[in-house]
């Protein structure tokens, strides 16, 4: 099974700053199988961006995904209100085919 | 644009079995470019995916190891919706379960949430 590991466990910014979120697999991942989700309280999770680095449908421009074989980076450039939420990556992949990190908690500083 | 609406109880006693429905709307339960999935999601375990539906010209089922011999999807055609029957239930397994649509590369398409507590 593949362990996806983030960090840091808490991020705490201001409005206006960037946000870097880190994604790290226990085995290469296939780039075209590494997506992002956000998820707000009491709501499902919302598909932010798929295959490393394509925006979901809807997702502004100021978020932005990166990386290649156990590393991969989840940028949101300039922080507004709304962006403050849980952030999880999710690898697909061997079995189980789907798995889920932990957990980025962004929060106001 | 596609939904996919849940439905089931809430609350569960031990041992007995938890089920849940997904109705999906926009799309098909057998179109064979998609997977109908449930994951669910608690403090202890964070977000667990526990199997998938599909359709490849027949239906395939794939199961998480840790339920396998618990669990049982059923898609239906006629409802175009597809269910999750989790048998023996244990407070272990108190969650939020979700539906989802995996499209692609992603899960691009949630349901609302079921709040599952087991208890007597």
């Known amino acids: 099974e593949i362990v996806l590991t983030q960090s840091p466990g808490t991020l705490s910014l201001s409005p206006g700053e960037r946000a870097t979120l880190s994604c790290r697999a226990s085995?290469?991942?296939?780039?075209?199988?590494l997506a992002w989700y956000q998820q707000k309280p009491g709501q499902a999770p919302r598909l932010l961006i798929y295959?490393?680095?394509n925006r979901a449908t809807g997702i502004p421009d100021r978020f932005s995904g990166s990386g290649s074989g156990t590393d991969f980076t989840l940028t949101i450039s300039r922080l507004e209100p709304e962006d403050f939420a849980v952030y999880y990556c999710?690898?697909?992949?061997?079995?189980?085919?789907?798995?889920f990190g932990q957990g980025t908690k962004l929060e106001i500083k | 644009q596609v939904q996919l609406q849940q439905s089931g109880p809430g609350l569960v006693k031990p041992s007995q079995t938890l089920s849940l429905t997904c109705v999906i709307s926009?799309?098909?339960?057998?179109?064979?470019?998609?997977?109908w999935n449930w994951i669910r999601q608690s403090p202890s375990r964070g977000l667990e995916w526990l199997g998938r539906?599909?359709?490849?010209?027949?239906?395939?089922?794939d199961y998480a190891v840790s339920v396998k011999s618990r669990l049982t999807f059923n898609p239906d055609t006629s409802k175009n919706q597809f269910s999750l029957q989790l048998k023996s239930v244990t407070p272990d397994d108190a969650a939020v379960y979700y539906c989802?649509?995996?499209?692609?590369?992603?899960?691009?398409?949630w349901g609302q949430g079921t709040m599952v507590t087991v208890s007597s």
């Open positions: 989802a649509r995996h499209y692609g590369a992603a899960f691009d398409i």
């Open positions: 926009g799309d098909s339960v057998s179109s064979n470019s998609v997977a």
């Open positions: 539906t599909y359709y490849r010209s027949k239906w395939y089922n």
């Open positions: 085995q290469s991942v296939s780039s075209s199988f």
């Open positions: 295959a490393t680095s």
């Open positions: 999710q690898q697909y992949g061997s079995s189980p085919p789907y798995t």
